[in-house]
């Protein structure tokens, strides 16, 4: 047993060092971000927030964001109306051509963005459509909506389908099954897909570089920043946006966390009146 | 298969698969028929030559396709020898900690990626976070870790990890652990067990796993542009400049096709073999 015990602490070493390589780039970059000199050395001699101040001033900065924003929110709110009714073909319904359908919704996500970018920049181009941050909602909608699909299909899988013949014999319409019982059942799901939809859009980089023409987002700015040669404001855009994508998470834990306190002051108050 | 459920689902459906048909499938037409296009030209309103695929062969482009299937390749095997351990390890041995792990690991994937392989920039080069301190603490530097083919591999390893490592968890956890006991009991030794019970039993997650990172590691850009700097031209970085600086739209069609069909003949092959229902549908 004892030998066991020695062995299970490797593991668990292991899984700390995976975790440490996982995040020390993101710990450096947060380390450059509060260099106080405009060429980054390390070990840093004078910390300074400066560079924070001046990114959260400039005029370029905030067009970034909200362009980052406005893409990120309207492929969340697609995507979700989209990929719930998939999930529901990809895994409740028994349908003859649902392999096949199956399939098809993986590729997109087992295909090389950068190439799914470009083949899109050509499409737009051939319909006589000049890229713009739209387009790029389109090019993020390809890749996330399926993978927006798959999260709310696992949970699709767990649903018991006579819940639902319970309630069409009880005399239910379509719409008060999906109401009633769809909806509030796979609802767990459509909210850690919908958390999944803002991130991973707000942080793309590979579809928005060919799809947003002159137009642009955060990451496509810091990409070509960091391509062309260094600006001390690429590691504090870069912590800025990592904050972001903290808070929303933190957001939607504290949400999530706060649903059972909501419901149960509604239930007092209900029975109080 | 009843009627209804046959309309439903047919309904329900519709909207995605139109999307996919719209900005996914037709797009790959689109690349197809361009890349059988003379060179240079922006319509499709031309006669076919097939030049751009001479080209590809002639301007020896395969060595960029070369590079990048070959270290896609070696960072799916060292990234199958690395999750191993720890993706067995969050389903036997960890309780707790594999929420933590999950977690934190998904997290990863929503920062940016170029943000990530920026942070590995600073951390590598010379006068970065490893080679300044170390010159600082004992006086000895040493050239900057970047610019090479192992950085590059380096990168995919980092950058794909969770794509390796969610999929072969998963397929662990489709592992019986009575199957493992059966075979203990039967005298089968570590080893045994691992190379006879255990391989066979979670080859789903592993081949889904390591079709996803290679073929994403195949396409990828940022790690060779990033890291690599100028060491090797990878397969995407050609097509990326024949589209932009070359304005020769058939030759980077052709060049994205010959990545497209490698990929989609991997895929093919792989999808028809594993049943999606099984894979998804046992979480645990």
Redesign the interface.
């Known amino acids: 047993m004892k030998r066991h015990t020695s062995i299970n602490i490797l593991f668990y070493l292991y899984g700390l060092l995976t975790l440490a390589f996982l995040y020390l780039p993101v710990v450096a970059v947060g380390f450059a971000s509060i260099s106080k000199s405009r060429y980054l050395r390390f070990p840093i001699r004078k910390y300074a927030t400066g560079w924070y101040g001046k990114a959260l001033t400039s005029d370029t900065v905030m067009d970034l964001l909200s362009t980052s924003v406005t893409i990120a929110v309207i492929v969340t709110v697609v995507s979700l109306v989209i990929g719930f009714f998939g999930a529901l073909a990809f895994a409740r319904y028994q349908w003859r051509f649902r392999k096949l359908y199956q399939k098809l919704i993986l590729l997109p996500i087992f295909f090389p963005q950068t190439v799914l970018g470009l083949a899109l920049l050509m499409w737009f181009n051939t319909l006589g459509i000049t890229p713009t941050w739209k387009t790029a909602i389109i090019a993020h909608l390809v890749w996330i909506t399926p993978i927006v699909t798959l999260i709310i299909a696992i949970r699709a899988y767990g649903f018991d389908p006579s819940l639902e013949d319970a309630a069409r014999d009880m005399g239910c319409s379509n719409w008060q099954i999906m109401k009633e019982v769809t909806i509030p059942l796979l609802m767990p799901a459509v909210t850690s897909a919908g958390l999944f939809a803002f991130l991973l859009s707000w942080g793309n980089f590979p579809l928005s570089l060919f799809t947003t023409g002159a137009d642009s987002t955060l990451p496509e700015w810091l990409y070509a920043k960091m391509v062309s040669g260094y600006s001390p404001l690429v590691p504090t855009l870069g912590v800025l946006s990592v904050a972001a994508s903290a808070a929303v998470i933190a957001t939607a834990f504290f949400i999530r966390a706060m649903i059972p306190a909501v419901k149960q002051a509604r239930r007092n108050y209900q029975q109080a009146h | 298969?009843n009627a209804r459920?046959?309309r439903?689902?047919?309904?329900?459906?519709?909207?995605?698969?139109a999307?996919?048909l719209l900005?996914?499938i037709?797009?790959?037409l689109?690349?197809a028929a361009?890349s059988i296009m003379p060179a240079k030209v922006?319509?499709?309103a031309h006669i076919p030559d097939f030049s751009a695929y001479a080209e590809f062969v002639r301007e020896g482009y395969w060595k960029s396709l070369a590079w990048s299937l070959g270290m896609a390749a070696v960072a799916t095997g060292l990234l199958l020898v690395?999750c191993w351990?720890?993706a067995y390890?969050?389903v036997r041995?960890?309780k707790r900690?594999t929420l933590i792990?999950t977690l934190?690991?998904v997290?990863?994937?929503?920062?940016?990626?170029?943000?990530?392989?920026?942070?590995?920039?600073?951390?590598l080069m010379k006068?970065?976070?490893f080679?300044?301190?170390m010159h600082?603490w004992t006086g000895i530097g040493f050239d900057g870790l970047l610019y090479n083919v192992p950085v590059i591999i380096f990168g995919l390893v980092?950058i794909y990890?969770p794509f390796m490592l969610f999929p072969l968890t998963q397929g662990i956890s489709m592992i019986p652990d009575d199957a493992r006991y059966a075979a203990a009991d039967m005298g089968a030794n570590r080893w045994q067990i691992f190379k006879e019970v255990e391989l066979p039993l979670a080859a789903p997650g592993i081949v889904v796993g390591s079709?996803?990172t290679f073929?994403?590691a195949?396409?990828?850009?940022?790690e060779s542009?990033?890291l690599g700097g100028q060491a090797v031209i990878v397969i995407?970085d050609d097509?990326?400049s024949a589209?932009t600086y070359g304005q020769n739209?058939p030759l980077?069609?052709a060049l994205?096709m010959v990545?497209?069909m490698v990929?989609s003949v991997l895929?093919v092959v792989t999808?028809m073999k594993v049943d999606?229902?099984k894979v998804?549908?046992k979480?645990k």
């Open positions: 298969m459920e046959q439903l689902g047919i309904c329900s459906s519709l909207p995605l698969s999307l996919l900005t996914f037709a797009p790959l689109a690349i361009f922006f319509t499709l690395i351990p720890l390890a969050m041995i960890f900690f792990i934190l690991v997290m990863t994937l929503f920062v940016s990626e170029n943000i990530r392989l920026f942070g590995w920039v600073i951390t006068g970065g976070l080679e300044g301190y600082s980092y990890l079709l996803l073929v994403l195949a396409g990828a850009v940022a542009k990033l995407s097509v990326e589209f739209w980077g069609s994205a990545l497209i990929i895929i999808l999606l229902d998804m549908g979480v």
